[in-house]
């Protein structure tokens, strides 16, 4: 005999490392992450942190830019692909309609406990990104993960759903114990967090001309991400030993970063196929 019983959510985290390009995330070798399942190579739908975070709360993971397919039928995949993350059966493109963030359908229609914690203050608590969310955290500093993870706490009556917007591989891809007066400077490039007005305007990339880029600072900068992402395996490693039972992480970014290439560095107002090339990963461990 069936039972009718629903069986509980997963809970569902969705890490997203702002600013990692996929290749450097690869040079990494991170091996904690990769036991979530193999990483893809995918495509951002926005080259900046606020609409891309917009998308990915709407439900839309980066694409995997597929040819001869409708966009509609792509989406309809793509939302199917919630029912493995969510442990549930009858999630579908129309259970999102109509408020479109996926904030809300965990927390009205599944009952989830909401919670984000983020790092750059353009997604602060007073954007419309807190929509949905019965927690929305800015994090004291831009670039500790382990502080997140150890500040995580698991509602044990419903199942639960974090964002972890990660900071440690945005520019200046420095590592939370690293004093700020060790941090790399880039003439003309603006320091990120003390104004948020740097982050809105893309925030980085006020060199107005080619000469200003130093290869040599350039590829010291392309290390430091990823030795960020490095450190980030450490911490996911924590992450993996603090999370329940049944539950589902999904490791992305929110964009790519240019180091120079064709004369860009950063994201943001950039067309560059590096500030669209993203890792994506995820799976269950347990
Ligand atoms: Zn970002």
Redesign the pocket.
């Given at each position: 005999m069936k039972s009718s019983a629903k069986p509980t959510p997963n809970n569902f985290v969705l890490v997203v490392f702002?600013?990692c390009r996929y290749d450097t995330f690869m040079a990494a070798r991170p091996r904690t992450i990769r036991k979530l399942g193999r990483v893809e190579k995918r495509w951002s739908y926005a080259s900046?942190?606020s609409p891309?975070?917009y998308n990915l709360l709407i439900g839309l993971m980066p694409h995997t830019s597929p040819r001869h397919v409708y966009a509609s039928e792509y989406y309809k995949k793509e939302f199917i692909k919630f029912n493995e993350r969510l442990g549930t059966d009858d999630f579908e493109f129309k259970s999102l309609v109509p408020k479109m963030f996926l904030p809300s359908f965990l927390k009205d229609t599944l009952g989830y406990r909401t919670n984000a914690m983020v790092s750059?203050p353009v997604l602060n608590p007073r954007t419309i990104l807190n929509t949905g969310f019965d927690t929305y955290k800015l994090m004291e500093k831009h670039n500790d993960m382990g502080a997140m993870v150890r500040q995580m706490s698991f509602s044990e009556t419903q199942p639960n759903f974090f964002l972890l917007n990660v900071g440690e591989t945005?520019y200046p891809y420095a590592l939370p114990h690293e004093p700020p007066d060790q941090w790399p400077r880039i003439s003309g490039v603006h320091g990120i967090f003390k104004h948020l007005d740097d982050e809105v305007v893309g925030g980085k990339l006020l060199i107005k001309k080619e000469k200003l880029f130093n290869n040599q600072k350039l590829k010291e900068l392309r290390h430091r991400q990823v030795d960020a992402v490095k450190h980030l395996d450490r911490v996911v490693e924590e992450l993996f030993d603090t999370v329940p039972n049944n539950t589902y992480i999904t490791i992305t970014?929110?964009?790519g970063e240019l180091f120079g290439e064709d004369g860009y560095f950063g994201?943001g107002p950039i067309h560059h196929e590096k500030v669209w090339e993203v890792p994506f990963v995820e799976g269950k461990l347990r």
């Amino acid at each position: 005999m069936k039972s009718s019983a629903k069986p509980t959510p997963n809970n569902f985290v969705l890490v997203v490392f702002d600013s990692c390009r996929y290749d450097t995330f690869m040079a990494a070798r991170p091996r904690t992450i990769r036991k979530l399942g193999r990483v893809e190579k995918r495509w951002s739908y926005a080259s900046w942190t606020s609409p891309s975070h917009y998308n990915l709360l709407i439900g839309l993971m980066p694409h995997t830019s597929p040819r001869h397919v409708y966009a509609s039928e792509y989406y309809k995949k793509e939302f199917i692909k919630f029912n493995e993350r969510l442990g549930t059966d009858d999630f579908e493109f129309k259970s999102l309609v109509p408020k479109m963030f996926l904030p809300s359908f965990l927390k009205d229609t599944l009952g989830y406990r909401t919670n984000a914690m983020v790092s750059l203050p353009v997604l602060n608590p007073r954007t419309i990104l807190n929509t949905g969310f019965d927690t929305y955290k800015l994090m004291e500093k831009h670039n500790d993960m382990g502080a997140m993870v150890r500040q995580m706490s698991f509602s044990e009556t419903q199942p639960n759903f974090f964002l972890l917007n990660v900071g440690e591989t945005h520019y200046p891809y420095a590592l939370p114990h690293e004093p700020p007066d060790q941090w790399p400077r880039i003439s003309g490039v603006h320091g990120i967090f003390k104004h948020l007005d740097d982050e809105v305007v893309g925030g980085k990339l006020l060199i107005k001309k080619e000469k200003l880029f130093n290869n040599q600072k350039l590829k010291e900068l392309r290390h430091r991400q990823v030795d960020a992402v490095k450190h980030l395996d450490r911490v996911v490693e924590e992450l993996f030993d603090t999370v329940p039972n049944n539950t589902y992480i999904t490791i992305t970014a929110d964009h790519g970063e240019l180091f120079g290439e064709d004369g860009y560095f950063g994201h943001g107002p950039i067309h560059h196929e590096k500030v669209w090339e993203v890792p994506f990963v995820e799976g269950k461990l347990r």
